[in-house]
């Protein structure tokens, strides 16, 4: 084994909240090594939707809008359309002329230009290897990579997901999470309809289907809903091969629609707890933070901020208990009070009439229209 590289932060995980905070650590003038074991780029299971607040970050993290259109991979959203329970439809439409306030980007096309960024900023990627083993020393850590090569940071920020493969080997006896929530989609073609779909369907409450536009006649069409017991495994399949055949989703497809590719599913999680944020010196971030928004499912906003946040943290001046407790107070402010909002949203629409009362508040008037929609 040749000498360990030294950098002043090493980054696990090159999604958004890994490039994110990559790009951050770099605009504070910090060496930073950005390590996955994915090469880029990758699809990543999604529903590519962005919302306003992802794309204002994304703006702060400097990434031009060019780098995210042409070949299929931006669609501007203009209109959304929610449904009730009853079948009733609520129209809501985005401001025009003042940017872009939602949008549906793969996955794809997203994590590539991020790459592309934070390489740009100076970050250095370490792509296709996996890090096999993590040691914490005195005002150190040490990272091994599956290939032999050795990296030293006085910090680390894991953004490895859901299932942070840092966290387990950090916290070997904790418990697998499965995620709050259940989630599938699927890509479709020749689907005429532009604008956004959100369908609060009776049995899927308080999740809800969804069909969201894409560039070329493309969707991306999928549901999320609460992991219950009574949802496993088989079950979740079967449920979203009723879903896709509803009367309600195929009028929406249109007549043209076809299936592109398979239907894929994945866990989301959404019991953030400010325990989860920080391991002695390892910053966790985005998914493997848990700071899913509980109610929408939404989290690469959320992923972006907590990367930005934690790079932020790392690059003051302080002990460990300083940085952390900074890294935590920064997280709390940003989006704990949106995440403890949704959460009792979603409490409101686990139920048709919660859920019959809550859109109909939506629905109350041109404002209240607009910021749900952005939201």
Known sequence: MGTAQQYDLIVVGAGPAGTAAAIEARRHGLSVSVVDRATFPRDKTCGDGLTTNALRVLQQLGLARDALTGDGGYERVDDVVLVQPNGREIALPLPRGHGDFAAVVTRVRLDAALVDLARARGAQLRLGHSVVAIDSGAGEISVELGDGASLRAPWVIAADGHWSPTRRMLEPGAPRDLGAWHAARQYFSGVADRRLWVLFERDLLPGYAWVFPLPGGRANVGYGVLREEARRGRDLKAL?????????????????????????????????????????????????????????????????????????????????????????????????????????????????????????????????RRNFARW
């Open 240 to 368: 979203w091969c009723d879903v896709v055949e509803r009367p309600s989703i195929r009028r929406i497809l249109g007549a043209t629609a076809r299936p592109e590719g398979p239907m894929r599913a994945w866990p989301i999680p959404t019991d953030f707890t400010p325990a989860a944020l920080h391991h002695g010196r390892v910053l966790f971030a985005g998914d493997a933070a848990r700071v899913v928004d509980p109610m929408t499912g939404e989290g690469i906003a959320q992923a972006l901020e907590t990367g930005m946040l934690a790079a932020a943290a790392v690059a003051g001046v302080g002990n460990t208990d300083t940085v952390t407790a900074g890294y935590e107070h920064s997280v709390r402010t940003a989006i704990g009070r949106d995440l403890r909002f949704a959460a009792r949203l979603q409490r409101v629409l686990g139920s048709q009439r919660g859920a019959q009362l809550a859109l109909r508040a939506v629905d109350a008037n041109a404002w209240t």
